[in-house]
């Protein structure tokens, strides 16, 4: 029993550790165009992202039940523990990496990737619900696709409903609506991304035979608002600089389109209890706006950095997963 419990509570940690790092991976997710824009001091940004992770993550479960029961069954997993254990070393390793690189990846494929890389090596591949698998996928596929469309399709329209405005006028303007798109885009931030540590703790739960279901229990949900909070007050000014100055000059007009098409492309897929990335849907925001705003404005070669990261974050991990499973059980 002791063991049991030491075991999980590595699990806990390492999960908690995930959320932690994913919080100041994923701050500038929703801070990188208020910041870029000087609509909010960089402090001040990230106490509010801190903030409203918070209150969000503590909102909604249905991503968590999501990501801890469509990939694979824990009831059926005998090494189960072994299996996150796994995941959740490759998913931070994955993090940190693209982190230090100041890519902004997504801690979601990293997630989904490596929890599938380690069913398939740790149980083998009949394991794998490859229906939920590819449910999860195609979200993660299709949400940037339809937050660049929203982007572009904000950004025409606010073009055209200002178009005689003074520039400096319409700016002062949208620089004071970018504190509520920032909060907006946090909020939105925690009802997602945060859920998906509560999934994985909660997946332990029950492959260790502690929880019958994958209802999410209370102090879960506390603990793992409590470190996307923390981890999002750290802040992530690498991938800040390269989402609110490398993509393309962004003006608060910008700021506000890219970040109210983003939140309501998550808060939609919460909605539908489906994890999408965060990291994702703002960054193709962003490309949307650009494009709307002038198309030759988007340095599309660091745009490009950014999709290739995203195709081959949940292979790498997959494949980081199951050498991580390999060499440890």
């Not at 001091?41 to 990230?46: F, G, L, M």
């Not at 907006?184 to 019958?212: E, P, Y």
């Not at 309501?264 to 949307?288: K, M």
């Amino acid at each position: 029993m002791e063991t049991s419990l030491l075991v999980l509570g590595i699990v806990v940690f390492l999960a908690l550790a995930f959320d932690f790092i994913n919080g100041f991976h994923d701050t500038a997710n929703a801070i990188a165009t208020s910041v870029s824009t000087r609509a909010l001091k960089p402090r001040t940004a990230i106490i509010l992202a801190a903030v409203m992770n918070f209150v969000g993550a503590l909102m909604f479960t249905g991503v968590a039940k999501k990501i801890g029961g469509s990939i694979t069954d824990p009831t059926k997993l005998e090494n189960g523990i072994d299996v996150v254990i796994a995941t959740l070393i490759a998913a931070i390793i994955w993090n940190l990496v693209t982190w230090w690189l100041g890519i902004p990846s997504s801690s979601s494929h990293a997630l989904i990737g490596a929890l599938a890389g380690a069913v398939y090596i740790g149980a083998g591949s009949e394991h794998i619900k490859w229906s939920g698998f590819i449910e999860i996928v195609e979200g993660l596929v299709f949400s940037p696709l339809i937050a660049f469309v929203i982007g572009y399709i904000v950004m025409m329209i606010l073009k055209w409903i200002f178009a005689k405005r003074s520039p400096h006028t319409v700016n002062k303007g949208f620089r004071t609506m970018q504190i509520i798109t920032a909060a907006l885009q946090s909020f939105t931030h925690g009802t997602n991304d945060a859920q998906k540590a509560m999934g994985i703790i909660t997946f332990a739960l029950v492959t260790s035979g502690r929880l019958d279901t994958m209802e999410v229990p209370l102090w879960v949900k506390i603990a793992a608002a409590t470190a996307m909070a923390l981890g999002t007050s750290i802040g992530g000014w690498k991938i800040i600089k390269t989402m609110g100055t490398k993509i393309f000059k962004i003006e608060p007009i910008n700021g506000f389109a890219a970040d109210i098409s983003a939140a309501t492309v998550i808060f939609s897929a919460t909605l539908l209890h489906l994890p999408v990335s965060t990291t994702h849907a703002i960054t193709s925001a962003i490309l949307g706006v650009g494009s709307a705003k002038r198309f030759s404005a988007v340095k599309w070669g660091v745009a490009g950095r950014i999709v290739v990261t995203w195709f081959i974050t949940i292979p790498i991990s997959a494949v980081l997963a199951g050498i991580i499973f390999k060499l440890f059980f």
